[in-house]
Structures are given as C-alpha cells and as structure tokens.
C-alpha cells in the first residue's frame, strides 16, 4: 500500500452556499409561494388567584383546558400538518409558567388553537407575556444537512430541554458583502460543529413578527448548550447581533404534568 493510499483522510467542513444576490435586484427571482412550515411559540403565565379555588374545581378546570390543548391536534386531519409540544417554566422564569410550541402549514391555524383555548375556564387565569410567530425556511448561509435544523422542516421536541429566543442582526450586516457574511456563518458553523448533543432550529419572523429570527435548541444536555453559547460569543458574526434576549429554558413535559405544576 502507497504511503498516500495509507493516510487517514483529512476532515471534512461541511459544503457551504453563498447567495450572491441576496436583494434579488440581479436575478429578480419570482415569489417562493411553496408551502412552508410555520411556528407559534406560545408563553402563558397563571394568575395565583387559580391556586385559591377549591382542590375539586381546579382539577376540572384544568382537565377542561387539556382537552381544548389536544383537541387542536386530534380534531385536525393530517393534511393540516398540526404538530404541537408542551413545556414547563415553573420554577424557570418569573415572568411565565408554561409554553406551547406549535407549528402549522397556515398562521390561521394559530389563531383556531388560542381561540379554543379562550373558551376555556382556565383561560380567565392566564395572560400572554409572549407570543413569537415565524416561519421555515432553507438558510441562505448552510446546505441542507442531515440533523443540521437549517432544513425545510424541523422535527420539534427531540430533547428534554428547549432552549429559546428571539433573535435581531444589526444593519450593518446587511451591508456586508455576501462573501463576508458567508464567512462568518462558516466559523460560526464551523465552531458549534462538535456540539452534536444540541439540535438547532433556525425560523424567519421577518415581517410577520418583531423580531427577525426565532432561534430554538432541543437539547437533552443543558451544559453542553451553555458551553456552546459561550463559544459562539467569540465568532465574528457575534458582533452583528444586536438583540438575542428573552432566552427561555424550556422543559419538555407531558400536558397532565405541566398543569400540576401550575397548581
């Protein structure tokens, strides 16, 4: 065997893509109207009134509000594409106790979900501190790769943790070249690639909510995300993050769970 031949082969990065005419003012390409995922990140905090009323009143109450929950997902055929997670921030945040992620091929959808929701009992105790609405979408920045998250559709919930945060890049960002933002994105990849333990979701809010991006990480291992985190703060293109604030530790936990954490 040739001394060539017997060497390991050398690592690989993955394939990156740069869209070198991102404005569109070049190609003028026609509107994507394909259909797309969209997600509602839902976030509901309990009046402790609720905790006041009587054990039994509670219990039903509470078994009211499950079945309006499910019912979004049970009642809807399969072509609506209906997929919905529950987590638990109790003990968490102060300023909100629970969170339903939910996503649909149409933001109607969302709007059916939290209407069943306002007919419920429960409802009269819970307020809205946050909502984020956004969308998927293939990322300019990453090929799709298997597990990468940067794909046409996600698959939610995959770990016990869901890490979350609406996300702003500044202007100038946008006024750097294609390459240079390829650039960073490729360190930016480059530098998360041995956190395989942490599943990233990359969805596009722009126009259609505040923020630009919603990012979420399923993760069974909340050190590792926090180490990744860390190291990510010393890639370039961190400096072109103007707000990635509220973050929110998730917890995955079935519906009946959730709501005995509440009371």
Known sequence: MSEQASKPAAPTRPKMMVDLDPSGQVTQREPDRANRQFLNYAFYKLDPAFRRLPHAEREEIKAEFAAAVAGWVTDAPAEKGHIQRTYSLVGVRSDVDFMLWRIAFDVREFQDAQARLNRTRLMGYLTQPSNYISMQKRSQYVNRIEGS?????????????????????????????????????????????????VRINTSYSYGIDDQEFVVSFDSDYPQEFVDLVHRLRYTEASNFTLRDTPMYTCVKKELPELLNDLA
């Open 149 to 197: 998250g940067h794909g046409l559709e996600i698959l939610p919930g995959q770990g016990q943790y869901l890490f979350i945060y609406p996300f702003i890049k500044t202007r100038p960002w946008y006024d750097l070249t294609p390459h240079a933002r390829q650039g960073m994105m490729d360190e930016h990849i480059y530098a998360s690639g041995p956190f395989k333990g």
